[in-house]
């Protein structure tokens, strides 16, 4: 099959899902990364890397913090940005999503930052748009959301090195969820060998387990003795929804607390892929305790997206 | 009559309508935009021309394409940006047009782009400014929309070098159109020899053979042996309108078909301002058809503002 | 007491409220402000020294005007800005106002550009931030707006230099107004000698004897004889509140006409922060009139806002 991310000598032509990258630039986006981390801590954050390329953050669904970071990312690599609320422009006029693409692949934009409410969008841009024209997918329906899984795994890899050797649990909403797919493919393909999934059946996909990971209900269960707990975000949406109870019961039976964590490996790294909502996923002594790694999740993220957007352009040393 | 559009010595100090500039000036802004029409096509599209230059976008009504383009372009020349979306600010503070003006030159903006709902507005405006500082008028009602206008006659001169040798046709809602009028200004001075509008008797402005052109109703006539066919945009809020059937209709009379483009000479190009209603001005194999330069017009469009804005900034060499 | 914007060295480390900074800081912002004030004027408008570092606008409450004001200085300073309108986003999705500054922080933001409608909230997101990093209090519900008090000091010593010999009388809602209560700190710091207030007593404060103010609720009592009128914005949500009778009323009593005017001293200044609502608090013959400052106070607004933000950086020679 043709793999739509990759060009014809096997480079990364489109970062559109974890799924179908193979292990060795999965490996490179993260070493890149690796030598970006350095450069949001000096005094002057910015590489010429992409001087007098234009990035264009096509949001067809609000997501400030997506885009945020995107935003910071060109703009530490040099790049004219131009952010467009796709949601509340043309397409009111009328116009489809193609001839907005159209109208700015015209306009000579390189780089295409897809968010789109509908799976398979951002796909749908990357089939259609010129031969050297970028498009990095910023999270499609529940189907995607690649950047977040490379920081989750970037992040992994930096507190645990070792990854042939490690237990992580996904904690959570994984039916809805745009992460977990990715992060259970980019898991397994680096070698992880035992991914676990926790989460009430309501919240599972069906055959959840041919993805090759462990399915506990029972939360207490799945965390005893791993290395990593990945928490997902309840969508607001969700909680008054008929597929859960209540905030409280959900956060009694699939909320980490400090005691619950305590079952887990002792130095074992906790996640959150952000907003949390405080009280229902996790309590706040552990998202602010000394195993939460949620903050430098984020920091992390923006060197995996400027590590993406660079090595889609063609370049990837800092300086 | 003193034109506010020129100082004293003829040269432009604002851009508000085509309508009264000297075919010199005209000449002189296509001629610029040739030699920036490569910029955007380089690996480092960037030049220093307005490096520490301030361009303020200040949009009394939305319009996410035409801002993204000035500020591209502004951009590409290395000038600050600053876009405000005026309607949904100041405005409903109850301050006036001139006072958000004056505050914006206090703070030592040196372009304007100026797009409000009500003719006029950047005229006014241009009046009102000191004389170091420029207005470009980025649409104002139905009056007037002078770089759609330019980068209109751009993609003509482009494809049809010899304009003393053309034959164009305007098609659709004349009457409301921003751009139909400073189109055939454009065309006339350069020495176009025939100009048609083909519309319904509802859609054309009182005593427009005034302006110096042919006019027809019925379409198939109006498109025979023409070398250049402008469409122009039919606005949502006309098609539920008392001054037509439906759109369907509208279509099957004035929408440009294949089989109607045939009438046209065979090389014969196809333009539109777009956003594009299709089906409904156009029909999809002609508006993506080998005839069709929609995009381009899009490319040019870039290159004619980055004319505009380093011609009134006293720098025109790309470097 | 522990001084929040001073770091142990006594340098300033957050711009909070001018409350709490020795006369030394304030004087140095005020000489810092001067050396900027040319680089406005300049043909490239820019200098470098915020280049590589990244400000942070989060506005919890919307304002272009104030937005603008920082985002261009920033600019004209080479910082990367990033602009957060997060009344809109994040705390919509139940982040709490940490969480979203910690994921700003966690990407490495160098300076925070805060406004709030609650009062203190600067100050706690202030004490809440690394140590590398800087707020700037954009306006905090009527507690403060500390740059907004710096500039219209900094427009006072311009056109009064002698500040020892001064009498300055402040006109409106005090009791409401963000900046009033910053003023008068920063004028008597600054060593003038006599500060007058001038409001129906509904729009005082209790006790403003207290902060070193003579009171008068008779205008032109009040105006007698002062060298420098500072107007203050009558909120519209105020002018149909139970504290005043109507807007033409508060006209009559506390408007500032040019009959009043010229009870001040012959060469008074007239300021007014803006927006200004004419013909409420001013005529405009008086805001357009020789002695109105009010444009004047915009521009050394980007100056004054260009010096804290280089102070903050540790840098402040424009080169």
Known sequence: MNNPQLDSNGQLKHLLSIEGL??????????????????????VKKVPLLRGKTVCNIFFENSTRTRTTFELAAKRLSADVVSLNVGTSSQAKGETILDTVDNLIAMH???????HSQSGAAHFIARHVD??????????GRHSHPTQGL??????????PD?????????????????ARSEIHALTTLGVPEVRVIAPKTLLPPEVQKLGVQVYHDMRKGLKDVDVIMMLRLQNERMTGALLPSPQEYFKCYGLTQEKLELARPNAIVMHPGPMNRG???ESIVADGPQSVILPQVTYGIAVRMAVMSILAGNTEPA
């Open 109 to 115: 934009a390189d780089m295409f930052v897809v968010r």
């Open 280 to 282: 229902v996923e996790i």
């Open 22 to 43: 193979p292990r060795s630039i999965l490996t490179r986006i993260l070493d890149t990364a690796e030598s970006f981390a350095g450069v949001s801590e000096r005094e």
């Open 131 to 140: 031969p050297q024209i970028h498009v990095i997918n910023a999270g499609d």
């Open 151 to 160: 920081l989750d795994v970037f992040t992994i890899r930096r507190y645990k």
């Open 163 to 179: 990854m042939h050797n490690l237990r992580v649990a996904i904690v959570g909403d994984v039916l809805h969820s745009r992460v």
